[in-house]
């Protein structure tokens, strides 16, 4: 047996988890109609049939109508739910893997406009920032009916075979009566005394207990303290904390630490990128040493690393590793094999919490395939014939391209223009809270030199230079470059957001963003041109500030520039830059038109995406077989690309990521999977 910590067996009450891993109750917003289907399945079965020691589902899944998902949750008040979730938990205990369900009350985090149009409940009036609606304060009549929708829920996850569930207390109905800063009710539900504000808990436990009796596994994720002036203390929390053992109706705590209802309370709770990893570990030890109670906890633990420590030092008894576990199911399995520096990294992107909060699904920057198991298996099949592949350019697409070409068994080699691999992540990567990108890249780089693939740098690859490779297929992942020529005039004044960034331009004392793309490099430059002293200016046509960057993963960005006093002008757009002096002047204009403004600047700065870098794309084209032509039908069924346009083409052609259109890195990769794991 492996002396790892992470991998040791754990008892918690009659259940043995086989490692000290868990996936942490998180809603990936894959349930159709309410319900976790196909797609929800498979998602927990391959990281079940990997190893982790336990899933926890749904996070968090609604007991209640009146509790309607903004996030695509599971629907627990509904009977139906039963044989989905006995389907799911069947699956994952066949691999061995124990499998339970956050239950929940959304209390004011959710909208009355939603599902039936049920007023928003809690105990008091304020509203949620985040959601913005005004609920109604629970009445007598409201504890009673909530408390036995809790209780029929839990007893449904029971009737389904799952090994337990946790109860959601933080942000939610749960610890809306906690808080003192949400609960306006008088006693026996409200008031100054704690006793009084944890009552509606701790009847909500005594009536799962009476339904599901004192066997089955029940624990709470909450939060230890919310960090909020009136809020819960630290000092509250240690105290729940010691009612909720000293209660007997537990039988483990998940502790957090924060607030949710703002998206830079979220973004604390739940850290990105550029932010310290596992910052909430130290204090989830001390509940656990205050306690001496089963303890879990989940917050940026992305690497094995810090996850063995936190079970080694004794500051857990289990540690969620969950959106680690959307980049690379196979953590586990790695780790058995003596793999561990295989483990594809979780960069910190959070693309998979931000498009839930934005309302779509659960997707890994980096790993296209995790939310689409059906459709795109993490598994690459050997291919039947083997071919011999170019591919030109070796950013995110173009390394994807190169390592599902080789897993595939073809033989491949790669050109880029630029002394290192990267593109435009190296770009990226130039700001320090940004560096985690380059593991994407680092990743695949190793990936493909283990799967012995040619690199070669410093090569800006021409038609006779791929064409003396003698390749049966030619991918061109040449990207793009940035597109500024959008003004009416004084096109020749800008310069681009990444001519910043590259150090290409130096920034002025006065400076105008043009955000026209409404994406990261116009950040990242404001960040920059700022800290070098300037006064900064971004104007974006756009209703809302840098749109395509979505609610956490703004956070960080905002804290740095609201203190650099960058300041965000929205719905105008630049028009016209002109010389004046040594100056130059800006004209905005705007959709909604009639009115022009004037800014006095010295420099202009213009993010609007990038135009493809084709020019080898079309120099090509004639000798292919395919002209370039890709079947979306095959591309999207998992069938390989047989268009047969020009019989005397001597290779395939294809092309991906923005050397076809502008998108981001998830799009270029998710092309040169789909596209080369069925070559």
Not at 23 to 34: Q, V
Not at 603 to 621: A, M, S
Request: net charge negative; with cysteine; aromatic share 6%.
């Amino acid at each position: 047996m492996s002396n790892d910590p992470l991998l040791q067996p754990y008892t918690l009450k009659h259940l043995t988890l086989k490692n000290r891993l868990m996936i942490s109750s998180h809603e990936p917003a894959y349930p159709e109609d309410g319900m976790p289907k196909e797609r929800y399945r498979a998602y927990h079965v391959e990281r079940a049939r990997a190893g982790v020691g336990l899933t926890m589902t749904a996070g968090s899944a609604a007991v209640a109508r009146d509790s309607p998902p903004v996030f695509n949750n599971i629907l627990a008040w509904k009977d139906e739910v039963v044989g989905w979730m006995r389907l799911l938990a069947d699956e994952c205990h066949d691999h061995g893997c124990a499998v339970m369900i956050q239950l929940t009350h959304l209390g004011r985090r959710t909208r009355w406009d939603k599902a039936d149009w049920l007023p928003v409940v809690s105990a008091g009036y304020e509203r949620e920032p985040a959601h913005r609606a005004f609920p109604k304060k629970v009445e007598d009549w409201d504890i009673a009916r909530l408390i036995a929708d809790y209780a029929g829920a839990a007893a449904r996850m029971q009737a389904a075979g799952l090994d337990g569930i946790e109860i959601q207390a933080y942000g939610h109905l749960m610890d809306q009566f906690w808080s003192p800063l949400t609960n306006d009710l008088a006693p026996p539900y409200g008031g100054p005394s704690l006793d009084d504000r944890l009552r509606f808990t701790f009847e909500v436990l005594q009536a799962i207990r009476r339904q599901c009796g004192p066997d089955f596994i029940v624990g709470v994720r909450y939060t230890g303290d919310e960090q909020l002036a009136g809020g819960l203390s630290k000092e509250d929390g240690l105290e729940i904390s010691r009612r909720l053992k000293a209660s007997g109706l537990v039988d483990f705590l998940n502790v957090i630490r924060g607030h949710i209802d703002t998206d830079a309370g979220l973004t604390d709770v739940i850290p990105v990128q550029g932010m310290a990893s596992a910052p909430h570990l130290d204090f989830a030890g001390e509940i656990r040493a205050e306690t001496q109670f089963p303890t879990f906890h989940a917050a940026k633990i992305q690497d094995v690393a810090t996850a063995r420590h936190a079970i080694a030092s004794g500051k857990l008894d289990l540690v969620g590793m969950t959106r680690a576990h959307m980049a690379d199911p196979h953590i586990v399995a790695k780790m058995l094999r003596g793999e561990e520096e295989r483990i594809r990294p979780c960069v910190g992107a959070n693309y998979c919490l931000d498009r839930i909060y934005q309302g779509g699904m659960a997707l890994c920057l980096h790993n296209p395939s995790t939310g689409r198991e059906l459709e795109q298996p993490h598994q690459i099949e050997r291919a039947e014939t083997l071919r011999k592949v170019v591919i030109v350019g070796a950013g995110p697409a173009g390394l994807e391209a190169a390592r599902v070409a080789a897993a595939r068994g073809h033989d491949v080699t790669v050109f880029e223009a630029a002394n290192d691999a990267g593109g435009q992540i190296r770009l990226t990567a130039q700001t320090e809270r940004r560096r985690e990108m380059m593991q994407i890249i680092d990743w695949r780089q190793a990936e493909c030199v283990r799967a012995n693939v040619r690199f070669h740098f410093n090569s800006l690859a021409d038609a006779d230079m791929v064409l003396a490779a003698a390749p049966d297929v030619v991918v061109v992942a040449t990207g793009g470059l940035p597109h500024t020529e959008v003004l009416s005039a004084g096109n020749e004044l800008v310069v681009s957001a990444w001519d910043i960034l590259s150090g290409d331009a130096a920034p002025g004392e006065t400076v105008l963003i043009y955000d026209d793309a409404g994406d990261y490099p116009a950040l990242q430059a404001a960040e920059k041109i700022a800290k070098a002293g300037a006064k900064v200016e971004i104007v974006a046509r756009d209703r809302a500030i840098v749109p395509e960057v979505m609610a956490m993963s703004l956070t960080p960005s905002l804290r740095i520039l609201q203190a650099l006093d960058v300041t965000f002008t929205s719905t105008w757009r630049v028009d016209a830059v002109r010389r004046d002096g040594n100056g130059l002047v800006a004209t905005l204009g705007s959709d909604y038109g009639g009115v022009t403004r004037e800014r006095c600047v010295d420099q202009v700065v213009v993010n609007h995406g990038t135009r493809p870098l084709d020019e080898l794309y079309f120099e090509l084209k004639d000798g292919s077989s395919n002209l370039g032509e890709v079947d979306y039908e095959a591309l999207i069924a998992r069938r390989s690309q047989t268009v047969l346009r020009n019989s005397e083409g001597r290779y395939q052609l294809f092309r991906i990521g923005d050397a076809v259109a502008a998108r981001n890195t998830h799009a270029a990769i998710y092309e040169a999977l789909r596209l080369l794991r069925t070559l």
